[in-house]
């Protein structure tokens, strides 16, 4: 997890949010790991992440199991046909049986795949390089989108004009 975290660390503009005990995110958030960019160093608040590492069940999202000590899951946005050409699928319609449990193996995420989400618990020697380079090309599009909302010399703080619910990013 730290090797992940670290390589998102060094792109360029990244900001990644790890929520502790006593700081103001909820309890729940404590120990995940939220992606964005963010060229000023500012949490983005409009703004969905990019990609996140969660540390534990969340009421709405159980399929993976990962309660258990020493899971984990690394999610990440992907445009349509990065989604397609791992997952065989298209997003809007999962009709595949998975193995949500399934360590260190590409899937749609359980509950945000039908919106581009993919996901590996416990990535490990077949993944965790293919999920570093989609980890960057998230960054990138988040990039291209934060450029494209603020103009190309942009590097304040993000605007009120971009849409996004922090609350449904897994």
Same mark, same amino acid.
Request: proline share 3%.
């Given at each position: 997890?730290?090797?992940?975290?670290?390589?998102?660390?060094?792109f360029?503009?990244?900001? @990644?949010?790890?929520?502790?005990p006593g700081g103001d995110f909820p309890e729940m958030a404590w120990g995940d790991a939220f992606f964005y960019y963010a060229p000023d160093g500012q949490m983005p608040q409009n703004v969905q992440p990019y990609g996140t590492i969660t540390t534990k069940n969340y009421p709405d999202d159980t399929t993976c199991d990962l309660d258990p000590p020493g899971r984990w899951r690394v999610n990440i946005h992907v445009d349509r046909v990065t989604f397609r050409a791992l997952t065989g699928e298209e997003p809007q319609s999962l009709t595949r049986p998975r193995?949500?449990?399934?360590?260190?193996?590409l899937l749609p995420h359980p509950v945000y795949g039908a919106v581009g989400w993919i996901? @590996?618990?416990?990535?490990g020697e077949?993944?965790?390089?293919?999920? @570093?380079?989609?980890?960057?090309?998230?960054?990138?599009?988040?990039?291209?989108?934060h450029t494209r909302r603020h103009g190309p010399a942009a590097d304040g703080a993000v605007?009120?004009?971009? @849409?996004?619910?922090?609350s449904s990013a897994p």
């Open positions: 997890m730290e090797q992940i975290i670290a390589a998102v660390r060094g360029d503009g990244a900001l @990644v949010v790890v929520p502790e193995d949500d449990e399934a360590a260190d193996s996901c @590996v618990v416990n990535p077949r993944t965790a390089d293919t999920l @570093v380079r989609l980890l960057h090309s998230a960054h990138e599009a988040a990039r291209t989108r605007g009120d004009d971009e @849409v996004g619910h922090r």
